[in-house]
């Protein structure tokens, strides 16, 4: 019997783990949150290649602007436009490439794959923001959801520290 509430206390702790952990990666994984949602595609091109800039929720022009290509203009009612990367971008270089929509800007990095040839890595764009109709928010830095977390954690393990010291009593199995 002392077996199954370890197990249960056991599995109550993982369960509060792997709910609380979510939160905690997209928190810390997002570097540049807008209302808008931006993509460079590629993410890694050779010197002199070519890459897809795309904007999604943006009811304004869209300017991109980096140090590895001259700025473009994603005209409104748009949602991607080419760019020609510099034919000195420096092999292995992470260039920042930052998009301004209506006075917001969001930004993501380029990098210049080393020696020539195709691009090497196809990424997913990267979506922030509402569509509309499906609902959903920015994800983000919250100290408010952290600590929930941290709580669920703490007396998941609390709970389990609690049924594994407790005595067994009549109960021998």
């Given at each position: 019997?002392?077996?199954?509430?370890?197990?249960?206390?056991?599995?109550?702790?993982?369960?509060?783990?792997?709910?609380?952990?979510?939160?905690?990666?997209?928190?810390?994984?997002?570097?540049?949150?807008?209302?808008?949602?931006f993509?460079?595609?590629?993410?890694?091109?050779?010197?002199?290649?070519?890459?897809?800039?795309r904007?999604?929720?943006?009811?304004?022009?869209?300017?991109?602007?980096?140090?590895?290509?001259?700025?473009?203009?994603?005209?409104?009612g748009?949602?991607?436009?080419?760019?020609?990367?510099?034919?000195?971008?420096?092999?292995?270089?992470?260039?920042?490439?930052?998009?301004?929509?209506?006075?917001?800007?969001?930004?993501?990095?380029?990098?210049?794959?080393?020696?020539?040839?195709?691009?090497?890595?196809?990424?997913?764009?990267?979506?922030?923001?509402?569509?509309?109709?499906?609902?959903?928010?920015?994800?983000?830095?919250?100290?408010?959801?952290?600590?929930?977390?941290?709580?669920?954690?703490?007396?998941?393990?609390?709970?389990?520290?609690?049924?594994?010291?407790?005595?067994?009593?009549?109960?021998?199995?």
């Amino acid at each position: 019997m002392h077996a199954i509430r370890v197990a249960s206390a056991a599995l109550l702790g993982v369960t509060a783990l792997t709910l609380a952990s979510p939160a905690a990666h997209a928190a810390v994984s997002e570097n540049s949150v807008t209302s808008f949602g931006f993509s460079v595609v590629p993410s890694t091109v050779a010197a002199g290649g070519q890459v897809t800039l795309r904007v999604d929720n943006c009811n304004d022009d869209t300017r991109v602007s980096s140090g590895v290509f001259d700025p473009v203009t994603i005209p409104k009612g748009h949602s991607s436009t080419t760019a020609k990367v510099d034919w000195d971008a420096e092999p292995g270089a992470a260039y920042r490439v930052t998009f301004t929509c209506g006075g917001e800007n969001g930004h993501t990095d380029l990098t210049i794959a080393g020696g020539s040839g195709n691009p090497t890595h196809y990424p997913v764009p990267i979506q922030r923001g509402v569509h509309a109709g499906e609902g959903g928010s920015v994800a983000g830095f919250d100290l408010k959801e952290i600590g929930l977390g941290a709580a669920l954690i703490a007396v998941s393990l609390a709970v389990a520290y609690h049924f594994s010291r407790r005595g067994t009593g009549g109960d021998s199995a």
